[in-house]
């Protein structure tokens, strides 16, 4: 009894990539609908009012369940479809998982997306200008910053919350390869993490993210390069 | 078996606040320590490399289980204590629970409290100067959004997510109330919510937020009056 899943979401967004990761480590199939969110366009509004990509519509015998952004995404699939789980087997793995997955949520996407991200991608799409050096500056800073923390717990584990592949390393892995398409994570001086990467890079779930493409806005040499 | 519990937490803080509201709901005892997060102080750091509150600490048989920020917290409590449920009892109740839980986690907290709150709290709590007055504006500009919003919600539904009470009516107080100790949420002009809000102020779990004081910031007058 296969769900029949349209997952609607802008190939660039990292929160769009942390559920495309999850449904492909699940193996689920989907329907992908590319969004441009920031067109505000009506059928999205009306899906979710906050009017953010991700939104995965399941076509369930009741009629359609709308599950609107990441959390309630994954934790849905979670529920729905447990194996693999994703959240770790035990409590302090769930623990840490979950904790990763909000200082993405929160830490990063304010100290990182919110400057990086919003210079070289969103004022690109809204066409609101040239980027702002000062704050790109800032943004690769705080950069350093984050990966510095992620290649110390890369020290100590395989994974980033533990023994096991989690949602904490889909979380950084959608994150990090947006930043990646622009070229601006300093892959050299992070053995621990390049090799994390290596190895998420090489999974069927990561296939369709290397191939993303948007028009006017070219990859990285490296972006879909196994051994970069 | 009851379990030990500490929460690290400021009481001013509205993800603090969700924690203290969801233990409370769940009948669940704790020890409260008062966290002045933004000087960081190096137990908080020890347990949570974000230097952030909410901490819980369960002291369990296996040793101390660290649980980091509201994702891992309430999630976690939702699994060990499943009773009464937070997130609903069926796929969409859970759905939209935590829909409105991450819209306040990201669209609340950027629109609404890296302004408001920002100019009226942290600012005084680091000493760094006057608020400023446009950004005061524009956080209430934001506010008036949200709240016609959930005033729209309520027209329609007994509680945020629908039929029974959930995280998500937590996660809105926790937020609300942190904004009504400073006398900014204008409730005159949204009946529904004000009746919710009446509602959850009457519990118990809400009477330990009620009686929040924090020196040289007094909150407003009817911040502790269940008839306001």
Not at 115 to 128: F, G, I, P
Not at 163 to 188: E, K, M, N, T
């Amino acid at each position: 009894m296969s769900v029949k899943r349209t997952l609607h979401h802008f190939p660039l967004d990292p929160a769009s990539r942390l559920v495309r990761l999850a449904l492909g480590e699940k193996r689920l199939a989907f329907e992908a609908a590319v969004c441009r969110y920031w067109e505000q366009p009506e059928d999205l509004v009306r899906l979710n009012p906050s009017g953010l990509v991700p939104v995965l519509v399941e076509e369930l015998e009741g009629g359609p369940l709308v599950l609107c952004e990441t959390r309630a995404i994954v934790d849905h699939l979670e529920e729905a479809e447990p194996e693999p789980p994703l959240l770790g087997r035990d409590v302090a793995e769930r623990a840490e998982a979950r904790r990763l997955v909000q200082w993405f949520d929160r830490k990063f996407d304010f100290e990182v997306n919110s400057l990086l991200l919003y210079e070289k991608l969103e004022k690109r799409l809204t066409k609101s200008g040239a980027p702002d050096l000062a704050n790109l500056r800032e943004g690769r800073e705080a950069l350093k910053g984050h990966l510095c923390y992620l290649e110390g717990l890369l020290g100590e584990r395989d994974w980033l919350a533990g023994r096991r592949l989690s949602l904490a390393d889909l979380q950084a892995a959608a994150h990090l390869s947006v930043i990646d398409y622009f070229g601006d994570v300093p892959w050299g001086d992070f053995a621990n993490l390049r090799v994390w990467y290596m190895k998420l890079k090489s999974r069927p779930c990561f296939r369709p993210l290397l191939a993303d493409r948007w028009p006017g806005l070219a990859p990285a040499g490296h972006y879909d390069d196994l051994d970069f």
